[in-house]
């Protein structure tokens, strides 16, 4: 029903023309869903908003065609697009919230959309949106009819902006990257809607997603993109066993799946033996009946309601839960940057949680525990160089100046694989993968001995995210660190971390080896946890890589 | 609804500190004015004991702290005392005069709306455009020009150059009478008197002096709405609404512009501070009899009661207004006094 | 270890290339840096250069147009009106620079404590700044100054006192936005107290809006001056101001003079003009961003 040939989109930059999508052919059949994955940059969504023609001011299709039920989008006329968009083709976005009007009742939304193309009156736009909203499961549909999306939570907010893409029985949706930023439990129950009611209607689906897991489970057909260009296309199962792009290959390897290793997930090249680091019997963190009360509008907020746990030295610990769980308050109080209501942090047998954040600066410990943040872009100064960056804690906590300085500084920099040319660039002159390593390197440079990890890998590309989860295993194993990894993501913590603790609600609910915990979870919230992480179709390792490995046993 | 009960509530909560404050510090800036009152009131040939004798009188021999709590009891019943220049109580004057000012601003405002918010709109929908070009030369150039730099002008090529507008002298040719006063608006009291040739005469001086001032107030009201647009148009529901079909006359208004209103309207509360301000001097160059005249004629004087109330008056005007603006802004958008997830 | 891609390219630019940078790249921001140097030279050497002396007074040669020996006519005094306008940037500027160094300073120090360290302080600032800009500004400043006296100080400080609620709401709203920024707690984890945080960190990122701030700023402050003058309020006479000339000629412009009022009321345009076409490119010199 959609046939895409030499489909090519450029945009028109202070530099020059960006050609954002260089000539891509597609199929679509009726009722099929096709997931097209790529990096940043690979040009996926760009396609999609060509497609519905609703790119910005400065992008054009440049050639080729989009044939929809025998008309060619490319062609097509604004008057006749616009009968199209939301009739014909609909799109769902990212961000939920922000893609809703937020100044308009969220059923207001819903009844411009099927005045507009003539599937509701002024008598019944009400009753015919209140429809809409039950067709996707919304409960009290009537109620959610008068509410402003600031007032709904995100998963809700996607339905919402789902229930606007189906109100006029759309024969083709769109879907670009619709979960990024929803919990993994939220994410499962918006994709099994949205698979449930598409099969339903009998509708074709384009899923565009950076998750190769997501995309092999929920589509029929996958098309892998690369530079604005597709490099592979076939069925996720197959792409998965047998790779035939190096492309698609390093794709495949470089998703965190059960059965593979850290060092699986990079190039066979790049494969060097990892160091084994066994953790050992002292105990370095302790935490005891930690609690963490907020004041805010409406009452108390118990962020963290009274745990514990130990680390031990040279161990690599998971923190796994969704979003409110109280992982980031717990990681806040443990690094210092936050006091605690009540319970003891002890490291090395010390107390830490008596002294006040503001003065654990000037502490003698202040640079044994130290953090790498989430989002490389928000925890680099825009204003220092990476090796001002770099330079920072080494300047405040220690003696060292002048040459011996840069030389602690390069050391960092090729410790962490950043080429020592990149040292006096600036944050936005950085991609992400560096910009990673630039914060790594700082937050190392004075041998910590306790690591923070708060999603390290969050924002990045899932080819730097396997680079990045090797390095900090072999940081830790060359250094002797302690890690604790926060992270959402359970599949990136199966592979690196031997122990796990998982929270809901403030509380831990469950701890014990990653092993166990993963393969024979004890209690009910890690099994939805567990069962709602896509899982990736099993690859068939070729027979070169099981000759590297026996040979390397 | 609680919250936006709330936020309402603290909003009007958060004017009484602020009206607190511009009593006291219109209370100090009169009395540390230079030369003593007392002496003007005695008049030319008293002498010492007169004098001695009209300080007590006033209150001014009293602590400072003592003539504070006066002043506020004063106030408290409208007492604004009694200018030196007229004779007249201050509050009276000012009563007098207030109508010229306000139907100067007004007209001045509602005309800058009506050119500025469709020129912001224009510009940001066709960025790059002339129209675009145009929007921003106007606005810097706006934002240059001084008020009474630009009366003057006006005044020289349109009056003396041109003839084409009425001699720069108050709010009506001396030949024609003011109207019975019911609002103290000439434009409407004119036509309720069923005046026309008066309304027109009215119209024609207020010509030049709104213009004037209301180049002024332009180029802040153009320069927020186009960007205020800018960000509306580039939002991601935007996006959305695009996606589904909705034609562009309806992303325009119902999407785009409702929400590019809200910052516009805050800025208006700004825009009004500095009209106020610019008032002043449009009244000079026009010779307009409102309070802005008023209060420079009384500077001169060292008429210090009626400089004191002109500055508390002015200051509990715009507080007033700023409440106005941020109540209305409370009651548009449904986000205020929510705590956003 | 594992490849990287490298951006090829030379080093950075140091900071005179990025300067000379942002200039060439934009034509407007080269107009208006050559328009301010063109007032930079007049402030400094425009005493020295012109032909008559501003405050030369000679009543046969009143109310003279534009013409040779006087370019810009003379006044009702006799004085020449170019000399007294080219000299009066001199006292024009100071006042502006003066003023707005004056609120930036206090303003920033006032917002950013507020806006890092929030509390009572916060508080309390938030309703000093209302209280101030409960006031029509041009109201406060004529309050301020005729309360204090007609000196150029007390011009300064009634618009440093008014610009100031600008620069406090705009730092505090800065530095509130990158309080809880990654980079910001990077910086207490690496040792740096509240303080150094605050200063070294945090408030450097928020030069950039306050750049072009500035810039209208002065372009204000300027307007506020000669509006001052021009009411009677501000610098007395004969001190050349471009404010009370434009005052002085007012009366004369309805008999037809137009010359007396006009130039100092177009060198006047012309620098506060200036200034706002100078905010941009000042931001882009601040901003780390453009450098490429």
Known sequence: ?553 | MAGRTRAIGMRLAQTVPVIIGVIVISFILTRALPGDPAVYFAGAMADAESIQQVREALGLDKPLVMQFFLYVSDLAQGDLGRSISTGQPVLTDLAARLPASLELTLSALVLSCLIAIPLGVLAAVRQGSWVDHLCRVLVTAGVSLPTFFTGILLVYVFYYLLGWAPSPLGRLDFIYFEPPRVTGFYLIDSLIAGDPETFAATLRQLTLPTITLALFTLAPIARMTRAAMLQALSSDYIRTARAAGLSRGKILFSYGLRNALLPVVTTLGMVFSFVLGANVLVEKVFAWPGIGSYAVEALVASDYAAVQGFVLAMALLFVTLNLIIDLSYALIDPRIGFDTK | MTQVTDIPGRKPDGAWAHLLHVLRENPVTMLSFGMFAFFLLQAFFGAYLVPHDPLATNATNALRPPNWTHWFGTDSLGRDVFSRVVVATRLDLTISVLAVAISFVIGSVLGAIAGYWGGWIDAVLNRVLDTIMAFPLFVLAMGIVAALGNTVENIIYATALINLPFYARLVRAEVNIRREAGFALAARLSGNSHFRTLAFHIFPNALPPMMVQVSLNMGWAILNAAGLSFIGLGVRPPTPEWGIMVAEGANYIISGHWWIALFPGLWLMLAVFTFNLMGDGLRDIVDPRRRT
């Open chain 1, 1 to 553: 029903m959609l046939s895409i040939r030499d489909f090519a989109v450029s945009f028109r930059t202070r530099r020059g023309e960006v050609q954002a999508v260089r000539g891509i052919s597609l199929d679509l059949g009726s009722g099929e869903t096709l997931g097209i994955v790529g990096e940043s940059g690979s040009g996926k969504s760009v396609t999609s908003y060509a497609l519905m023609r609703i790119l910005d001011a400065g992008g054009r299709i440049r050639a080729g065609s989009a044939v929809f039920e025998g008309r060619d989008l490319a062609q097509a006329a604004e008057r006749d697009m616009q009968a199209v968009r939301g009739r014909e083709i609909s799109m769902i976005f990212q961000n939920p919230r922000a893609a809703l009007n937020p100044i308009r009742k969220v059923g207001h939304q819903l009844e411009d959309v099927l005045r507009r193309h003539g599937r509701a009156t002024r008598a019944n736009a009400r009753a015919k949106a209140i429809e809409a909203l039950e067709a996707v499961r919304i409960r009290d549909a009537a109620a959610r009819y008068d509410a402003y999306p600031f007032e709904l939570s995100g998963g809700m907010c996607q339905r919402i902006v789902f229930a606007i893409a189906l109100a006029c029985g759309p024969r083709l949706l769109i879907a670009d990257e619709p979960t990024t930023g929803l919990d993994i439990t939220t994410q499962k129950a918006v994709m099994d809607l949205v698979r449930d009611l598409t099969r339903a209607r009998g509708m074709s689906s384009i899923l565009i997603t950076h998750d190769l897991g997501l995309a092999a489970e929920y589509s029929d057909r996958l098309a892998v993109m690369k530079d604005g260009q597709i490099v592979e296309t076939g069925p996720a199962a197959v792409l998965f066993a047998d790779p035939q792009h190096p492309y698609t290959r390093k794709l495949v390897d470089a998703t965190p799946r059960r059965g593979a290793g850290l060092r699986d997930l990079l190039p066979l090249e790049a494969r060097t033996p990892l160091a084994d680091h066994l953790p050992g019997d002292r105990a370095l963190v302790q935490v005891r009946d930690l609690v963490k009360t907020y004041w805010g509008k409406s009452g108390p907020v118990h962020a963290v309601k009274g745990i514990s746990f130990t680390i031990r030295e040279g161990q690599s610990v998971g923190l796994v839960g969704e979003s409110g769980c109280g992982k980031s308050t717990t990681s806040s109080m443990l690094v210092r940057l936050l006091d605690r209501t009540s319970g003891d942090i002890l490291f090395e047998g010390f107390d830490i949680a008596a002294i006040p954040a503001d003065r654990f600066v000037r502490d003698k410990r202040r640079s044994q525990i130290q953090m790498v943040f989430q989002d490389a872009t928000d925890s680099l100064n825009p204003r220092h160089s990476a090796r001002q960056t770099i330079a920072d804690p080494i300047l405040r906590m220690s003696g060292l100046r002048g040459t011996a300085l840069q030389t602690r500084i390069e050391e960092l920099a090729t410790l962490c694989g950043l080429p020592l040319s990149l040292l006096d660039r600036f944050p936005h002159q950085l991609s992400g993968g560096q910009k990673a390593r630039v914060g790594i390197a700082r937050a190392i440079a004075l041998d910590p001995k306790f690591l923070i990890l708060d999603e390290p890998t969050a924002a990045l590309d899932v080819s730097i995210q396997a680079v990045v989860l090797n390095l900090l295993a072999d940081l830790r194993a060359r250094l002797g660190m302690t890690y604790l990894f926060v992270s959402h993501d359970l599949n990136v913590v199966r592979l690196l971390c031997d122990h796990v603790i998982v929270m809901q609600g403030g509380e831990i609910v469950e701890q014990g080896p990653a092993a166990k915990v993963m393969d024979t979870p004890s209690h009910p919230y890690t099994r939805t946890l567990l069962a709602a992480a896509p899982e990736p179709p099993t690859t068939k390792m070729k027979t070169t890589d099981i000759a590297a490995k026996s040979a390397a046993e």
